[in-house]
Antibody, heavy 123, light 112 residues
C-alpha cells in the first residue's frame, strides 16, 4: 500500500525558513517523480514543485521560484521542500504527491497523495 | 483566478446525475493536454478520480465518468450518493506556464 507521510509544518514568521519532509513507503521511491502541492485555507489546489526519480530534474511554480528548493534522498525514501523567505501567502496545507512515472511530465497526474502538513506564516 | 474554470457549486438529489464543467483555453485543454479529476472529501487529502480524460483508477465506481472536447472537459456523477458530497478539482497542463500543472478552482457537490 502506497503511503506518504508529511511532516515539518509549523508557524513561522514572515521572512523565515522551514523544511518539509515526506516519508514514502509501499513503492519503489526512486522510480517515480514526486511533487509538492499546496492548498491555502478554504482555497483550491496549487502545484508548487516537482522532481524526477533521480532528483536530477526539478521544476517550480513561478510563485515559489528562487525561494523554495525541492530535493529527495532515495536512500531514505524521503522527499523534501526547503522553504525560504516565507510570505503570508505561503500559508497553506502542503501535500506531497506521487507521479505515475519516473520523469516529471507536466501533462500527467498525481496518483497518490499524503495527508498534508500545515504551514502558517504570520507575525 | 484559476487557469481552469469550474462552477463553484452543483447540487442534486440522491440518484440524480450531475455534471461539473472544466473550461480552459488554447494553451492547456485546447492544446490537447489531458484532463484529470480529483475528489476531496471534507477534511481529507485529494484522491485521484479520473485520469487521462476518461480513465478510472482501480476502485473508483463506474458512476464517475469523464470526457473532454475542445477547450473543455466534464465530470459526470450518475446515481448520486450521499458519500459523493465533496470538492472536485480538474487538473491539466498549461504550456504558457513553464512546466506547471494547473488546477480548476474546485466545485463543491452537495447532495440534497
Amino acid at each position: 500500500e502506497v503511503q506518504l507521510l508529511e511532516s515539518g509544518g509549523n508557524l513561522v514568521h514572515p521572512g523565515g525558513s522551514l523544511r518539509l519532509s515526506c516519508a514514502a513507503s509501499g513503492f519503489t521511491f526512486s522510480s517515480y517523480a514526486m511533487s509538492w502541492v499546496r492548498q491555502a485555507p478554504g482555497k483550491g489546489l496549487e502545484w508548487v514543485s516537482a522532481l524526477s526519480g533521480s532528483g536530477g530534474s526539478t521544476h517550480y511554480a513561478d510563485s515559489v521560484k528562487g525561494r523554495f528548493t525541492i530535493s529527495r534522498d532515495n536512500s531514505k525514501n524521503t522527499l523534501y521542500l526547503q522553504m525560504n523567505s516565507l510570505r503570508a501567502e505561503d500559508t497553506a496545507i502542503y501535500y506531497c504527491a506521487k507521479d505515475p512515472s519516473y520523469f516529471y511530465d507536466g501533462g500527467t497526474y498525481f496518483d497518490y497523495w499524503g495527508q498534508g502538513t500545515l504551514v502558517t506564516v504570520s507575525s | 483566478q484559476s487557469v481552469l474554470t469550474q462552477p463553484p457549486s452543483v447540487s442534486g438529489a440522491p440518484g440524480q446525475r450531475v455534471t461539473i464543467s472544466c473550461t480552459g483555453s488554447s494553451s492547456n485543454i485546447g492544446a490537447g493536454y489531458d484532463v484529470h479529476w480529483y475528489q476531496q472529501l471534507p477534511g481529507t487529502a485529494p484522491k485521484l478520480l479520473i485520469y487521462g480524460n476518461s480513465n478510472r483508477p482501480s476502485g473508483v465506481p463506474d458512476r464517475f465518468s469523464g470526457s473532454k472536447s475542445g477547450t473543455s472537459a466534464s465530470l459526470a456523477i450518475t446515481g448520486l450518493q450521499a458519500e459523493d458530497e465533496a470538492d472536485y478539482y480538474c487538473q491539466s497542463y498549461d504550456s504558457s506556464l513553464s512546466g506547471s500543472r494547473v488546477f480548476g478552482g474546485g466545485t463543491k457537490v452537495t447532495v440534497l
